[in-house]
């Protein structure tokens, strides 16, 4: 299948990695070891979730990567969109085929902890599309899914079991869902609040004009909010966010972190 199949994982870019981490700690999430990718420039440690993950990210000590100081020079918080695609050819040829440029696929791995570096390695294979106003959009197929996706990584206290959904505050709509449209090998439709959703098999983006979300973006276009899917009906979530006294909203359907300005996202448990 050429087509994106599910929405992988969101990249979140901070100054320092181990701040960013224990704010997601804080908020109840299990995280993955610190690695290193980019050739050790850039140190992640990852939320592995039973649908998608999020990825925490910073430079590396000594490490230096245009890409990330880019996006922190807009702001901290999320710039990355991770598609998962199946058959990386079909894709490319896909891809050209919709005028877009695309080198052949790229393939790269990390140990799963920098502590540990000749222990078990995660290999991935992505296709280097152009950069997006929008966002960082990665088209990434798993080649070793099960070095990620392991039982102890995806037990959070907060509850956490699907990426559901990205929401991105954008100028003109219609534009972005053209180049995501064409970037995925989906077609959108109109999105309940005006602008345009993005529907996967697993996941969904949806792309509204700034007055239609209900946090004030750190830029336009940006990353403004994330949606998960708990397992308990937000019960777990709910009781954390209360006794640690986090700024969070309660509605009739989903339970809100408000985002933190060191590199925060507005997360929506569901």
Same mark, same amino acid.
């Given at each position: ?8 994982? @969101? ?23 610190? +690695?290193?990718?980019?050739?050790? !420039? ?12 999020? *990825?925490?990210?910073?430079? #590396? ?17 999320? $710039?990355? @969109? ?13 891809? %050209? ?11 790269? *791995? ?15 294979? $992505? ?8 966002? %960082?959009?990665?088209? @990434?197929? $798993? ?18 079991? +699907?990426?559901? *959904? ?10 972005? #869902?053209? %180049? ?12 309940? =609040? ?7 098999? %697993? ?30 009906? !937000? ?8 006794? +640690? ?11 809100? =972190? ?13």
């Amino acid at each position: 299948m050429s087509r994106a199949v599910a929405l992988d994982h @969101i990249g979140i870019v901070g100054h320092d990695l181990a701040a960013l981490a224990a704010q997601y700690e804080v908020l109840g999430f299990t995280l993955t070891p610190r +690695a290193l990718a980019g050739g050790g !420039r850039i140190a992640n440690r990852c939320a592995m979730l039973r649908q998608g993950y999020l *990825e925490l990210m910073a430079l #590396a000590p000594g490490g230096s990567s245009a890409t990330l100081t880019r996006m922190l020079a807009r702001h901290p918080g999320a $710039h990355v @969109i991770a598609l998962a695609i199946e058959d990386t050819a079909a894709t490319i040829a896909r891809l %050209r085929l919709a005028g877009i440029d695309c080198p052949e696929v790229e393939q790269s *791995e990390r140990a799963i902890a920098a502590a540990d570096p000749s222990g078990p390695r995660a290999r991935f294979a $992505h296709l280097p599309v152009p950069e997006q106003p929008e966002a %960082r959009i990665n088209l @990434i197929r $798993h080649l070793t899914p099960q070095m990620l996706w392991q039982e102890r990584f995806q037990n959070h206290p907060n509850r956490a079991v +699907a990426l559901e *959904e990205v929401i991105l505050a954008v100028p003109t709509p219609a534009d972005s #869902a053209a %180049r995501f449209s064409r970037l995925a090998g989906r077609p959108v439709v109109p999105d309940r =609040s005006g602008g345009f959703a993005l529907m996967l098999p %697993r996941g969904r983006l949806r792309l509204l004009p700034p007055d239609a979300v209900d946090t004030v973006p750190p830029s336009v276009p940006s990353i403004v909010g994330v949606t998960l899917r708990t397992d308990d009906a !937000r019960a777990a979530v709910t009781r954390l966010l209360a006794a +640690a006294e986090l700024p969070h909203d309660v509605t009739d359907a989903a339970v809100i =972190s408000r985002p933190d300005p060191s590199g925060g996202v507005a997360l929506r448990f569901i």
